[in-house]
């Protein structure tokens, strides 16, 4: 089946430096949701993307679909600790309403 | 905190028990899942009930039975489990059960332990 990865598994940053975390997938993608799950937590939904080229914004966090469709990234600047966390990608393709993650990419910000 | 509310946080439970995991929203979502998330693994998905009927079943050992009595209520009766079967169980909620079907909202998880 269709697996989306993520890249990097894991990345350690110290506070105020930026982070990047890229969705692949060898095939087009439906909508891309990203989620960011905390140490012992469950899964937060952060945004949601739908167009090809589609860019959206929360304060620090930038979304991007790729024009293809087939890739997402998630970019955060200057990091702080409360970025801690796994963010996965989750797409949404196929029959409807299954929701499949990526790989996740963990993140470890220290100061 | 969350919207959707799941019970018990924490399940330790032999091979030969019988057990169940309970899920409920009042959010008025039609669509309800099950995830399985082993450590450091993305969450898996088990089961999504849409409208209160079974629509996906991920190939799912009947060890583990969903059940959904009403549209509010999600549950998981779980026997015969295996060790392997130790895990963070999610329940999910979304607004729409098909096309975009907009953001899931997650409990926080039972997380059991099957000795």
């Known amino acids: 089946g269709q697996q989306v990865m993520q890249i990097p598994q894991y990345q350690h940053v110290q506070e105020g430096e930026d982070f990047t975390t890229y969705c692949n997938s060898s095939t087009t993608l439906s909508n891309i949701q990203w989620y960011k799950q905390r140490p012992g937590g469950h899964p937060v939904f952060l945004i949601q993307l739908v167009k090809s080229g589609e860019v959206k914004k929360q304060k620090r966090l930038t979304f991007q679909f790729g024009e293809a469709k087939k890739n997402s990234s998630l970019h955060i600047t200057a990091t702080q600790t409360t970025d801690v966390g796994t963010y996965f990608c989750?797409?949404?393709?196929?029959?409807?309403?299954?929701?499949?993650f990526g790989t996740g990419t963990r993140l470890q910000v220290t100061l | 905190d969350t919207e959707v509310t799941q019970t018990p946080k924490h399940l330790v439970m032999g091979m030969t028990n019988k057990k169940s995991l309970k899920c409920e929203q009042h959010?008025?979502?039609?669509?309800m899942y099950w995830y399985k998330q082993k450590a450091k693994k993305p969450p898996e998905l088990m089961f999504v009930?849409?409208?209160?009927?079974?629509?996906i079943n991920e190939s799912v050992p009947s060890r583990f039975s969903p059940e959904c009595p009403n549209s509010s209520l999600l549950n998981l009766h779980l026997h015969a489990l295996q060790p392997e079967d130790s895990a963070l169980y999610l329940c999910?909620?979304?607004?729409?059960?098909?096309?975009?079907?907009?953001?899931?909202?997650f409990g926080e998880g039972s997380r059991l332990t099957v000795l």
């Open positions: 009930y849409s409208y209160e009927k079974l629509s």
């Open positions: 989750a797409d949404l393709t196929g029959t409807a309403s299954k929701l499949t």
């Open positions: 959010m008025g979502h039609r669509a």
């Open positions: 999910a909620s979304s607004p729409r059960t098909s096309g975009i079907i907009g953001e899931l909202f």
